[in-house]
Structures are given as structure tokens and as C-alpha cells.
């Protein structure tokens, strides 16, 4: 059986946006209302994935080591918040690889549907980047933008986020609410 899924972007939503890259552990800062968004992402039961170009690797700015390290250390976050990450895609590449895995591209995303067993249509994405909500276009997701990072850049033509909302926390309380709805229908 598919299940929606909650998908996430990483710098600029969960944490601060860096325009020299988050390269160290050190580097690595929550937005404000980062607890509380996965304090209410967690209460749902869709699995959270977090989806996030990574250039600063293929760049060798930083190592899939350090990486890894503040990966894991946001999912311990998280999980003393309330909410388990299922899964953390990254695509490692520089823009000039032109890889399948980096956001716009699916396959980051359809790896982790099919892994684990996410539909993704009708599914949720919370991004900032202009990046993400055309990823979102073209995968069927429900796209909530925030304000955060790179959230006041312009979006290609035909690009549209369902929302645009100030963060991470108000897209958790956007996604909750469209739950509720879809809970409400179901019983209905």
C-alpha cells in the first residue's frame, strides 16, 4: 500500500541557509522553529525524508564524512523531537555533473518512494529553493515554499508552490492541517 510522504529540503528549511555552504558540523544551525516543526511532523503518520543537494562535496569544500556526521546528528535531533527521518537522500554532484540526482531531478525522490512505499503524488514537499518547487511540479507533490534561505528567489515560469509560508514550522502546521482534512474526508 503507498502512503503519503513529507519531503524535505535541508539548507534553508530545516537549517540556516549559507551561501558559502554549510561545510562543518560547527556551520550547521537550525532555523528558528525547527524543534517545534518536527515536534508536529512527528505526530503525523507520514515518513519523513529529507532530499538535499550537496555540491560542497563535488566541489571538495567538504567530505561525504562531514556530511554524514551532521546527518546524523539531525536525525537524533529529530528523533529526540518527536519525529524519525526515514530516509536522507543526497546528491553529492556539482551543478556541472549534470546528474539524475540533483534537485530539480527525480531520482532522489524515486529512490526513496519506491524504498519506502511513498506515493508520490499527492505527497508533500517543503522547500526553498526555486529548485525544489519545480522538483515538486514535476513530481505531483504539494508544495509548500518558505520564506527562509532561498525563499524570496523567483521561480521558473509555470513554477508555483501551493503555499508560501515564513518556515519550517508554519509548513508543518500547513501540512497537519491538510491531514486533518484528508482524515475528515476518509471517515466522511
Not at 69 to 79: K, S, T
Request: hydrophobic share 45%; aromatic share 6%; net charge neutral.
Amino acid at each position: 500500500m503507498s502512503l503519503r510522504g513529507v519531503f524535505l529540503d535541508r539548507d534553508g528549511v530545516i537549517n540556516r541557509y549559507r551561501r558559502d555552504y554549510v561545510r562543518t558540523e560547527a556551520e550547521f544551525e537550525y532555523e528558528e522553529g525547527a524543534e517545534q516543526a518536527f515536534e508536529i511532523l512527528g505526530t503525523l503518520a507520514l515518513p519523513l525524508v529529507v532530499v538535499t543537494n550537496q555540491s560542497a562535496i563535488g566541489r571538495g569544500m567538504t567530505t561525504r564524512r562531514t556530511v554524514d556526521a551532521i546527518h546524523a546528528r539531525l536525525r537524533a535531533d529529530a528523533a529526540r523531537w518527536g519525529a524519525a527521518i526515514a530516509s536522507i537522500e543526497v546528491c553529492p554532484h556539482s551543478p556541472d555533473a549534470r546528474c539524475e540526482c540533483r534537485k530539480p531531478g527525480a531520482a532522489l525522490f524515486r529512490r526513496a518512494a519506491e524504498r519506502l512505499g511513498i506515493a508520490l503524488d499527492g505527497s508533500y514537499l517543503v522547500g526553498d529553493a526555486p529548485s525544489d518547487i519545480e522538483a515538486a511540479r514535476l513530481l505531483g507533490l504539494r508544495a509548500a515554499r518558505v520564506r527562509t534561505g532561498r525563499g524570496s528567489e523567483p521561480l521558473p515560469a509555470g513554477v508555483a508552490a501551493e503555499v508560501e509560508v515564513d518556515g519550517l514550522l508554519a509548513a508543518a502546521r500547513w501540512i497537519a492541517a491538510k491531514e486533518a482534512e484528508n482524515g475528515a474526508r476518509d471517515l466522511g
